[in-house]
């Protein structure tokens, strides 16, 4: 069956960095765009980056770009979200999706707080 586990969070100080990974399996993962989300408190879903099944392209939400990078490794069946320059305002759980299957894993936390 299908299984998506985030992980990489934790409490981070402003300005500092965080690197996500979700481990990806029962699915063939090279052939999927690859997503991450984030869920902040009273918030909904948003979608925060994507890459291609190549990793040829990437695309991002307007709030990360210049300060979050996704990248994928088809022969680990991962997905990572490298963040830069964090801000209390990106403290949420953050997941991985693959498009296309209705599947969440747990997500992973990430605070952002002095």
């Known amino acids: 069956q299908v299984q998506l586990v985030e992980s990489g969070g934790g409490l981070v100080q402003p300005g500092g960095s965080l690197r996500l990974s979700c481990a990806a399996s029962g699915f063939p993962f090279s052939s999927y765009i690859m997503s991450w989300y984030r869920q902040a408190p009273g918030k909904e879903r948003e979608l925060v980056a994507s890459i291609s099944q190549t990793g040829g392209n990437t695309n991002y939400a307007d709030f990360v770009k210049g300060r979050f990078t996704i990248s994928r490794d088809n022969a680990k069946n991962t997905v990572y979200l490298q963040m830069n320059s964090l801000k209390p305002e990106d403290t949420a759980v953050y997941y991985c999706?693959?498009?296309?299957?209705?599947?969440w894993g747990q997500g992973t936390q990430v605070t952002v707080s002095s």
């Open positions: 999706k693959s498009a296309g299957i209705v599947y």
